[in-house]
RNA sequence: CGGUGAUUAGCGCAGCUUGGUAGCGCACUUGGUUUGGGUCCAAGGGGUCGCAAGUUCGAAUCUUGCAUCACCGACCA
């Protein structure tokens, strides 16, 4: 390719709208432009990209033996209907009407598709297993799309549904499925960790997330520091402290603490650490339509945060987790939300088990402006239950036994569950088996978000003068930038020789024959990243030689002109 | 959906307080100059100042409403 001929589009500037710095580089470099709040129009540059993780996404696909299919993006809403999900989904489900007024919505995913699919193309267990996939265009109209690709509104996806007699059928392709996985990251050239997920509402203890680590990342994974377990904070189990509650020394005293309300104001007033108070949060817990929802009081240690995947899972919660409102908490606890405690509480209180473990701790004395000091379990508070309701923090003992555990950034580039039954009963996906019985099927489903792939690799290959693209995944594999080339004849002619023969090799190179001083081209070609830069000048060609520049060790080098060819063919 | 801020040329911004014919840098076009790291000089083209209503002789500027965009939060297979 010239870049005469091509659109190169490139930016000098910062586009103000560009927060993360894979969205500034995508802009600058050209490889995306905004059309609307998380839109986008993929540039040639971008698009070179994207079909080349597709790619090597859909050939791990095929070599795992999933097949590929191609589903419409827009979908008739009784199919939704069927599934329960018209109801479930909300709002970031588009719904749209056709001509006719009948109902339509841009599909977010495709599982009512597929398993409609399979109820009619599959009649005996004989055809099982099978698994299908495509890469398409998803639609999920997000409240809030930022970070560019990362979280856009449409955005490619790879998704891939398997369907099963057994559980241990599901199993086997879900466990081939998450090496497929691992080889697609790693051929991808990314740091990335398979993590332990949560599993939603499905249930059971598959679920894999894979995430490319990187600051900017949107979720916390949890790492043991001597063992092999990874998972997501929200999955992340925290473990009861070891050991026996050390003996109550104080008597329950109430104090009057006026104008005290947040976590950090109590232990300041009394001159102690968050850990010796215990907050507590009230919710709503589960109850009929025009029933008064029952208030839940959850405590937790002053210094750790709710999680509310853990709580949502506690029996007779509302899901999903809802805070009462000030009007339900001063109902519940005659008090303001400041000072709300455990004890003398006629609701049902839930209690953490790092909570469990305190003495002589501080809480709220459920009367506004005064807290209790010296509460202990057993002798004050005697009613609640004990579960794991917090998020785990940086130095808790790993739930595997092994280690504690650190916490790191990580962008959800893929994620693989097994999804049960749940959408083959409701869309009537069933087959005969080998008794001749008709049976439901169960599934299994892997996503790979495929433009966010682009983005994640940027946030973790770049440097300050732009990307800095795994092999792999580059627009193009070398360029050659020509000093003066419409001066010099014998610049020309050794640069347009190298283009012809690279180009004869089958490799993808670029050639920028702008009528721009070098430095412009230098920038240019750090911005876009690409790996390799052939530089044919002047000062060189008396020896037959030109000079070799890695983007990403920084290594130059002097060639002679006839090695360039094998030279670049071998990298 | 709550909070915050923004909206003036393709991009980045000034002008608004104190109303009076719309500016700067980059990019673009032309000519010259320069040529191994975003040269320099000159001349150009490009904007009904987000939309609507109001105040006023006169509105980018003041008032009101709306829209869009971004950030923080909540939410998120």
Same mark, same amino acid.
């Given at each position: 390719?010239?870049?005469?001929?091509?659109?190169?589009?490139?930016?000098?500037?910062?586009?103000?709208?560009?927060?993360?710095?894979?969205?500034?580089?995508?802009?600058?470099?050209?490889?995306?432009?905004?059309?609307?709040?998380?839109?986008?129009?993929?540039?040639?540059?971008?698009?070179?990209?994207?079909?080349?993780?597709?790619?090597?996404?859909?050939?791990?696909?095929?070599?795992?033996?999933?097949?590929?299919?191609?589903?419409?993006?827009?979908?008739?809403?009784?199919?939704?209907?069927?599934?329960?999900?018209?109801?479930?989904?909300?709002?970031?489900?588009?719904?749209?009407?056709?001509?006719?007024?009948?109902?339509?919505?841009?599909?977010?995913?495709?599982?009512?598709?597929?398993?409609?699919?399979?109820?009619?193309?599959?009649?005996?267990?004989?055809?099982?297993?099978?698994?299908?996939?495509?890469?398409?265009?998803?639609?999920? +109209?997000?409240?809030?799309?930022?970070?560019?690709?990362?979280?856009?509104?449409?955005?490619?996806?790879?998704?891939?549904?398997?369907?099963?007699?057994?559980?241990?059928?599901? &199993?086997?392709?879900?466990?081939?499925?998450?090496?497929?996985?691992?080889?697609?990251?790693?051929?991808?050239?990314?740091?990335?960790?398979?993590?332990?997920?949560?599993?939603?509402?499905?249930?059971?203890?598959?679920?894999?997330?894979?995430?490319?680590?990187?600051?900017?990342?949107?979720?916390?994974?949890?790492?043991?520091?001597?063992?092999?377990?990874?998972?997501?904070?929200?999955?992340?189990?925290?473990?009861?402290?070891?050991?026996?509650?050390?003996?109550?020394?104080?008597?329950?005293?109430?104090?009057?603490?006026?104008?005290?309300?947040?976590?950090?104001?109590?232990?300041?007033?009394?001159?102690?650490?968050?850990?010796?108070?215990?907050?507590?949060?009230?919710?709503?817990?589960?109850?009929?339509?025009?029933?008064?929802?029952?208030?839940?009081?959850?405590?937790?240690?002053?210094?750790?945060?709710?999680? &509310?995947?853990?709580?949502?899972?506690?029996?007779?919660?509302?899901?999903?987790?809802?805070?009462?409102?000030?009007?339900?908490?001063?109902?519940?606890?005659?008090? +303001?939300?400041?000072?709300?405690?455990?004890?003398?509480?006629?609701?049902?209180?839930?209690?953490?088990?790092?909570?469990?473990?305190?003495?002589?701790?501080?809480?709220?004395?459920?009367?506004?402006?005064?807290?209790?000091?010296?509460?202990?379990?057993?002798? +004050?508070?005697?009613?609640?239950?004990?579960?794991?309701?917090?998020?785990?923090?940086?130095?808790?003992?790993?739930?595997?036994?092994?280690?504690?555990?650190?916490?790191?950034?990580?962008?959800?580039?893929?994620?693989?569950?097994?999804?049960?039954?749940?959408?083959?009963?409701?869309?009537?996906?069933?087959?005969?088996?080998?008794?001749?019985?008709?049976?439901?099927?169960?599934?299994?489903?892997?996503?790979?978000?495929?433009?966010?792939?682009?983005?994640?690799?940027?946030?973790?290959?770049?440097?300050?003068?732009?990307?800095?693209?795994?092999?792999?995944?580059?627009?193009?594999?070398?360029?050659?930038?020509?000093?003066?080339?419409?001066?010099?004849?014998?610049?020309?002619?050794?640069?347009?020789?190298?283009?012809?023969?690279?180009?004869?090799?089958?490799?993808?190179?670029?050639?920028?024959?702008?009528?721009?001083?070098?430095?412009?081209?230098?920038?240019?070609?750090?911005?876009?990243?690409?790996?390799?830069?052939?530089?044919?000048?002047?000062?060189?060609?008396?020896?037959?030689?030109?000079?070799?520049?890695?983007?990403?060790?920084? &290594?130059?080098?002097?060639?002679?002109?006839?090695?360039?060819?094998?030279?670049?063919?071998?990298?």
């Amino acid at each position: 390719m010239r870049t005469s001929q091509y659109l190169l589009s490139t930016l000098k500037e910062t586009p103000a709208s560009a927060e993360v710095i894979s969205h500034q580089f995508m802009l600058r470099a050209g490889l995306i432009r905004g059309v609307a709040s998380g839109l986008y129009t993929w540039l040639p540059t971008g698009v070179k990209v994207l079909k080349k993780v597709e790619n090597i996404v859909r050939e791990e696909m095929n070599r795992a033996g999933s097949i590929e299919t191609l589903m419409p993006m827009v979908q008739p809403a009784d199919l939704w209907e069927e599934s329960g999900r018209w109801e479930d989904y909300g709002p970031e489900l588009l719904r749209i009407k056709d001509r006719h007024q009948r109902p339509f919505v841009l599909g977010p995913t495709h599982e009512e598709v597929i398993t409609k699919l399979v109820s009619f193309e599959l009649n005996s267990y004989k055809q099982l297993p099978l698994n299908l996939y495509q890469i398409q265009t998803k639609f999920r +109209d997000e409240i809030r799309p930022r970070f560019g690709v990362m979280r856009g509104r449409e955005f490619l996806m790879k998704d891939a549904y398997s369907f099963h007699l057994s559980q241990d059928c599901l &199993e086997k392709t879900y466990q081939n499925m998450h090496k497929a996985y691992c080889r697609i990251f790693d051929r991808l050239g990314l740091d990335y960790r398979p993590v332990l997920a949560d599993t939603g509402s499905i249930g059971g203890d598959a679920s894999h997330e894979f995430h490319v680590l990187a600051e900017s990342g949107e979720d916390d994974i949890a790492f043991s520091d001597s063992s092999e377990y990874a998972a997501n904070i929200e999955k992340a189990e925290a473990l009861a402290p070891q050991g026996e509650r050390p003996s109550a020394t104080q008597e329950l005293t109430k104090v009057a603490t006026p104008d005290v309300h947040s976590i950090d104001e109590v232990s300041a007033f009394f001159k102690t650490s968050n850990d010796k108070v215990a907050k507590t949060l009230l919710v709503l817990g589960e109850c009929e339509e025009g029933e008064t929802a029952p208030i839940i009081a959850l405590v937790l240690r002053g210094d750790h945060e709710l999680n &509310e995947i853990k709580a949502e899972k506690i029996a007779g919660v509302a899901m999903p987790l809802t805070m009462a409102t000030d009007e339900q908490i001063s109902a519940a606890a005659h008090c +303001d939300a400041g000072s709300i405690g455990p004890i003398n509480l006629d609701i049902r209180v839930v209690v953490d088990r790092s909570v469990e473990y305190l003495n002589d701790f501080i809480c709220g004395a459920n009367e506004t402006g005064y807290h209790f000091t010296g509460a202990n379990f057993g002798r +004050d508070i005697n009613n609640y239950e004990v579960a794991d309701i917090r998020n785990i923090v940086a130095g808790d003992p790993s739930p595997c036994g092994k280690g504690k555990l650190t916490i790191k950034r990580g962008i959800e580039v893929g994620h693989i569950f097994q999804l049960g039954d749940k959408y083959a009963k409701a869309m009537g996906a069933a087959v005969l088996n080998d008794s001749g019985k008709n049976q439901t099927l169960t599934m299994g489903c892997y996503g790979i978000g495929v433009s966010r792939i682009v983005a994640a690799a940027i946030e973790q290959n770049h440097d300050q003068h732009g990307i800095i693209w795994p092999e792999a995944i580059a627009p193009f594999k070398v360029v050659i930038i020509p000093m003066n080339m419409h001066k010099s004849a014998r610049v020309k002619e050794t640069a347009e020789k190298l283009y012809a023969e690279l180009t004869a090799a089958g490799v993808e190179v670029l050639i920028d024959d702008r009528k721009e001083r070098p430095g412009v081209m230098f920038k240019d070609m750090e911005l876009i990243g690409i790996p390799h830069s052939i530089i044919v000048g002047e000062r060189n060609l008396d020896n037959e030689e030109v000079e070799y520049k890695n983007r990403r060790s920084g &290594e130059k080098s002097t060639l002679k002109i006839a090695d360039v060819n094998n030279f670049i063919t071998e990298k």
